[in-house]
């Protein structure tokens, strides 16, 4: 059963936390590792959502391993950690563990929050393994971005939409305040966070960042921070399989009857506002 995570020490820097789900042994090392070699004070909570108990090759003090022993999710399983950040870390990473960085990464991004306290979330500039852009910033999405790319991802319908949802317009070259990031590598204000209620529980999988992005984006700043670089594998588990699918339809379906599926003024406000400040054309 989930429970609670007690961490050994306080006053941490950062607490980061991984899900696993039949993570690959080398794949788990690696995310290990990477956040091992970040010179900060930090404990890493490895969470493990796989049917039978996974093997950690790297043991150490500061990181934790919780099996479940269930599959509770993406954003209830995270939530266990960013709970146990609460007083005792001023910042929460979530992680994927198919994204590759450098310490570099998560210290541009702790920098920042520590220069900017009005700033609740800050995410890095994310790559394909070949060097190209992901396009991971976002606005608020409507039911028809999700539609389009989901059934018709090759349509020229897909592609205008995608041009002005994923903010393809802009360079992707300077700081910015915005809605929605993909949440495979997120800093969070654990305090803000926490005060916010963590993930929306309700979410199993997808739709769980954007809900957590917007929250956080209505009462303080979530900002594009280009200087911190990371490497994103991207599986997109939902497109390679129809029980992928049939999940993210799902939880997809739950962030609309949250928030509006067709009617939802406060979304068309700040999707306006931030082509406003990026330069979007607005349609």
């Known amino acids: ?7 050994p020490s306080s006053d941490y820097a950062v607490v980061g936390s991984i899900v696993l789900y039949d993570t690959q042994p080398a794949e788990l090392s690696r995310a290990i ?3 091992l070699a970040v010179p900060l004070k930090k404990h890493l909570c490895v969470i493990d959502n796989s049917p039978r108990r996974t093997e950690l090759a790297v043991e150490r003090p500061d990181v934790s391993y919780h099996f479940m ?10 939530n266990l950690a960013l709970r146990a950040a609460a007083g005792r870390a001023q910042y929460s990473l979530v992680m994927n563990t198919d994204v590759v960085y450098a310490p570099e990464a998560v210290l541009a991004l702790y920098a920042f929050l520590q220069q900017r306290p009005q700033a609740g979330l800050a995410a890095p ?7 190209s852009l992901q ?4 606005m608020l999405p409507t039911p028809r971005n999700f539609f389009l790319r989901r059934f018709m991802p090759d349509s020229s319908w897909a ?3 995608d ?4 903010l393809r317009f802009w360079d992707h070259e300077s700081l910015a305040n915005l809605p929605y990031f993909q949440g495979s590598f997120l800093m969070l204000r654990s305090e803000l966070c926490n005060r916010l209620g963590g993930f929306d529980e309700r979410f199993f999988m997808y739709g769980e960042d ?3 992005c917007r929250r956080i984006y209505e009462v303080a700043e979530a900002v594009y921070v280009p200087q911190a670089q990371v490497i994103h594998e991207y599986r997109r588990y939902s497109k390679r399989s129809w029980r992928g699918t049939w999940i993210g339809i799902q939880n997809n379906a739950r962030y609309f009857n949250k928030w509006g599926w067709f009617f939802d003024s406060r979304r068309n406000e700040i999707n306006d506002k931030v082509r406003r400040e990026l330069g979007g054309a607005i349609p």
């Open 135 to 138: 396009y991971v910033c976002r």
């Open 159 to 161: 592609q205008r939409a």
């Open 1 to 7: 059963m989930a429970g609670r995570i007690s961490l």
């Open 125 to 131: 500039r994310m790559l394909y393994p070949d060097g």
């Open 69 to 78: 022993d269930r599959n509770l999710g993406y954003g209830r399983a995270h």
């Open 210 to 212: 954007i809900d957590l």
């Open 163 to 166: 041009e002005t949802y994923e």
């Open 33 to 35: 590792e990477q956040f």
